[in-house]
């Protein structure tokens, strides 16, 4: 039997651009795509690297012995989620690095 109970999503934003040119859509992509989870009554969570009080990702999560305190709030919202939607803008017909 099919499970249809609504999801807890993290919705990653990729890319830290608002400015363009060209206009950057990535972060109207991922609010269409909040709206979409939204009507089907998921539960969204919005990683938005814009908006989060992050330092400059210099070393990985895993690789500290204790993350500083922006990193481990960050790092358990998708561990917390049912899955995950990353939202990442396309250069050069691909998704960025």
């Not at 992509?29 to 400059?56: C, F, K, N, Q």
């Amino acid at each position: 039997m099919l499970n249809t109970s609504p999801l807890r999503v993290a919705l990653l934003l990729g890319s830290t651009r608002i400015q363009g040119p060209p206009k950057p859509l990535g972060r109207r992509v991922g609010y269409w795509m909040e709206a979409m989870l939204r009507s089907r009554s998921h539960t969204v969570d919005i990683v938005d690297p814009v908006v989060e009080d992050l330092p400059l990702l210099q070393r990985p999560h895993f690789t500290y012995g204790t993350a500083p305190k922006e990193l481990e709030q960050l790092a358990v919202r998708p561990r917390d989620a049912d899955a995950y939607v990353m939202c990442t803008p396309e250069y050069n017909h691909a998704p960025g690095p």
